[in-house]
């Protein structure tokens, strides 16, 4: 089935400076990808939807200069965490879908902790 | 209210059991309904992908849609330990759209 691989899987980095998480689709193009957020025993808060080739669309309450997605290819979206600050440590799952296929596959998660 | 509703639990079986995991949602254009798997600190894992209403059986998992009373169902036969996780429901629109998920359901399936 669709893989996605999204690295790296856990990062702890010092507050004011800045974090990239990559998603990658191992077999197959993602037009679209999407970025969710999860805190502990709580349900995925999508942060943005990136598209290929153009701006992502982010949800409401979402800061795009905070949280600066990039989708150069059809295969890779990147998540950086621009200025971390301890509040924004937290799960983050990016997700994507194959068209020739059914569902959406998510990847493994990166755990973030801003100390 | 939210779009996805979902029990939280925790929901507790003995092994072997019949378990039931249900969702309720309110956007009636919602066509696609997914159920995921999580397992702690891990990505969520794709088990059952539904279109419209009817049921979808795969292995000891069943998935039911009734798009007449928005509602959705998960079984899972024969429970096992290993199928402690929590589940997500999930709907979308259209296919690529945007999911929304409902707030997951922790089951703890003991031995």
């Known amino acids: 089935g669709a893989v996605v691989s999204q690295h790296p899987s856990r990062v702890i980095c010092k507050s004011g400076t800045s974090v990239k998480i990559e998603c990658r689709s191992l077999?197959?193009?993602?037009?679209?990808m999407f970025w969710y957020r999860q805190f502990p025993k709580k349900s995925l808060m999508l942060m943005a939807t990136?598209?290929?080739?153009?701006?992502?669309?982010?949800e409401q309450g979402v800061e795009k200069d905070k949280f600066l997605i990039n989708h150069a290819s059809l295969t890779l979206s990147t998540l950086t965490v621009t200025s971390a600050h301890p509040e924004d440590s937290s799960f983050y799952i990016c997700?994507?879908?194959?068209?020739?296929?059914?569902?959406?596959?998510f990847g493994s998660g990166t755990r973030l902790t801003v100390v | 209210q939210k779009e996805v509703e979902q029990d939280p639990g925790p929901l507790s079986v003995p092994e072997g059991a019949i378990v039931s995991l249900n969702c309720t949602y309110s956007?009636?254009?919602?066509?696609?309904f997914m159920w995921y798997r999580q397992y702690s600190r891990k990505g969520p894992e794709l088990l059952m992908y539904?279109?419209?209403?009817g049921n979808k059986e795969d292995g000891r998992f069943t998935a039911q849609v009734d798009k007449s009373s928005k509602y959705i169902s998960l079984f899972i036969r024969d429970s096992q330990p290993s199928d402690s996780a929590t589940y997500l429901c999930?709907?979308?629109?259209?296919?690529?759209?945007?999911?929304?998920f409902g707030g997951g359901t922790r089951l703890m399936v003991k031995p």
């Open positions: 956007n009636s254009a919602f066509q696609y």
């Open positions: 990136s598209n290929e080739g153009s701006k992502a669309t982010y």
């Open positions: 999930a709907s979308a629109l259209n296919a690529g759209n945007m999911l929304t």
């Open positions: 997700s994507a879908r194959d068209l020739a296929g059914d569902g959406y596959t």
């Open positions: 077999d197959f193009q993602a037009t679209t």
């Open positions: 539904t279109y419209s209403s």
